[in-house]
């Protein structure tokens, strides 16, 4: 397992391992901290997660501050890049940052998303997941067993993919002939 946090960047870019964005309600440390729950659950998995939470944010950056504006493309680049987008929606927050991303990416079929009853919200959380088809689920139990099937699913769909060896060499004549090349 691999956690990266704002500005951290994947070198690596290894597609062995489930790539999860976590998305939701963070609201400048108003929410739990649900992201750890949810990393700790999948402790011993292949799994690189994109935590937005920010351990030195400093509420003090305005608007147009770098570091602002740093941590919004560092996270609409990894919301990209993500094979899945797990959103949890706190009920202590109104989240709009959150909402926003589920606005974003409700077509994406990638996205999972946690909203407790008590979501200021829930009802138009409930109607968008329902028109487009979003797994939905009121509690992190829940919410966490569904990222263990999508989790399921990768690893599954990994081991079927075939080993192809680039490094093949090619047949020079064949390719000159299907090319109409000179010899």
């Known amino acids: 397992m691999k956690v990266l946090k704002p500005l951290e960047v994947d070198a690596t870019n290894n597609r062995d391992n489930l790539k999860i964005f976590l998305a939701g309600s963070i609201e400048q440390g108003a929410a739990s901290n649900w992201q750890d729950y949810v990393i700790h659950s999948f402790k011993d998995c292949d799994i690189e997660f994109y935590n937005p939470r920010r351990d030195g944010w ?12 740093n941590q919004i493309n560092w996270e609409l680049t990894n919301l990209e890049v993500a094979d899945l987008i ?27 998303v946690c909203c407790p009853d008590e979501f200021y919200r829930k009802t138009n959380i409930l109607v968008t997941c329902e028109k487009y088809n979003i797994p939905l689920f009121s509690n ?5 067993a569904s990222i263990f099937t999508e989790y399921d699913k990768f690893s599954i769909e990994k081991q079927m993919m075939p080993s192809i060896d680039y490094t093949a060499e090619i047949d020079n004549e064949l390719f000159k002939r299907m090319f109409n090349l000179p010899a």
């Open 58 to 69: 400093d509420n003090s950056w305005g608007e147009n501050s770098p570091e602002l504006l």
């Open 86 to 112: 797990v959103l949890y929606l706190d009920p202590n927050t109104k989240s709009p940052i959150s909402l926003l991303e589920l606005g974003l990416y409700a077509k994406s079929n990638k996205l999972i």
């Open 140 to 144: 992190l139990e829940g919410f966490i």
